[in-house]
């Protein structure tokens, strides 16, 4: 099953499942939760190695280049962007009888603009496989829109206009 995020305790969210893979390096990025992450493509769709959250991440804890999936909104005359309603966040500390790390979010929605263009991957459970698969954005819609508030884990990157111009699904067993 593909990492989400539901309710915990202490007006966060948690993911449903840890990474499947030894976590990547950081990509260095300096973006906090009001600033998008770098136009640099994603190095994998794997959690960044940093210290585990133990409840709703601080603003220093939360990790510039991954997002909880929520909603997808059309914008209002706007016919080649689309809304991601998403929050931020950060990895959380593994339980005893988990198979890793959740992934905690903030409790705030956000509302980034994403090209209809983007370049997306995806898992199971929007795909039937444990590697990313390209999909096309209304795709995504269409399963967020079947799957509301599912918090699905994505890495992303922005483009110079500032929307997201990738978005890469982190896989969870």
Same mark, same amino acid.
């Given at each position: =099953?593909?990492?989400? $995020?539901?309710?915990?305790?202490?007006?966060?969210?948690?993911?449903?499942?840890?990474?499947?893979?030894?976590?990547?390096?950081p990509s260095?990025?300096? %973006?906090?939760p009001?600033?998008?992450?770098?136009?640099? +493509? #994603?190095?994998?769709? *794997?959690p960044? #190695?940093?210290?585990? $959250?133990d409840? +709703?991440p $601080?603003?220093e804890?939360?990790?510039?280049? !991954?997002i %909880?999936? @929520?909603?997808i909104?059309? /914008?209002?005359?706007?016919?080649?962007? &689309?809304?991601?309603?998403?929050?931020?966040?950060?990895?959380?500390c593994?339980?005893?009888?988990?198979?890793? +790390?959740? @992934?905690?979010v903030?409790g705030?929605d956000?509302?980034?603009a =994403?090209?209809?263009?983007?370049? &997306? *991957?995806?898992v199971?459970? /929007?795909? !039937?496989? *444990? !590697?990313?698969?390209?999909?096309?954005?209304q795709?995504? /819609?269409?399963w967020?829109d079947?799957?509301?508030?599912?918090?699905l884990? @994505?890495?992303?990157?922005?483009?110079?206009d500032?929307?997201?111009?990738?978005l890469?699904?982190?896989f969870?067993?």
């Amino acid at each position: =099953m593909g990492s989400s $995020a539901t309710p915990s305790g202490g007006g966060g969210k948690t993911a449903g499942a840890s990474p499947s893979a030894a976590p990547s390096t950081p990509s260095g990025s300096t %973006a906090s939760p009001s600033s998008p992450a770098s136009a640099e +493509p #994603a190095a994998d769709a *794997t959690p960044s #190695a940093v210290p585990c $959250a133990d409840g +709703p991440p $601080a603003v220093e804890e939360v990790d510039p280049d !991954e997002i %909880a999936l @929520f909603r997808i909104e059309e /914008i209002d005359g706007i016919t080649d962007k &689309v809304n991601l309603v998403l929050q931020h966040g950060a990895w959380g500390c593994p339980g005893k009888d988990t198979d890793g +790390p959740p @992934f905690v979010v903030t409790g705030e929605d956000s509302r980034w603009a =994403m090209d209809q263009g983007a370049y &997306v *991957t995806a898992v199971t459970p /929007i795909v !039937e496989s *444990t !590697e990313n698969q390209r999909i096309g954005v209304q795709e995504l /819609i269409d399963w967020v829109d079947a799957h509301p508030d599912s918090g699905l884990v @994505f890495r992303y990157t922005v483009g110079a206009d500032g929307a997201i111009h990738r978005l890469e699904q982190v896989f969870t067993p």
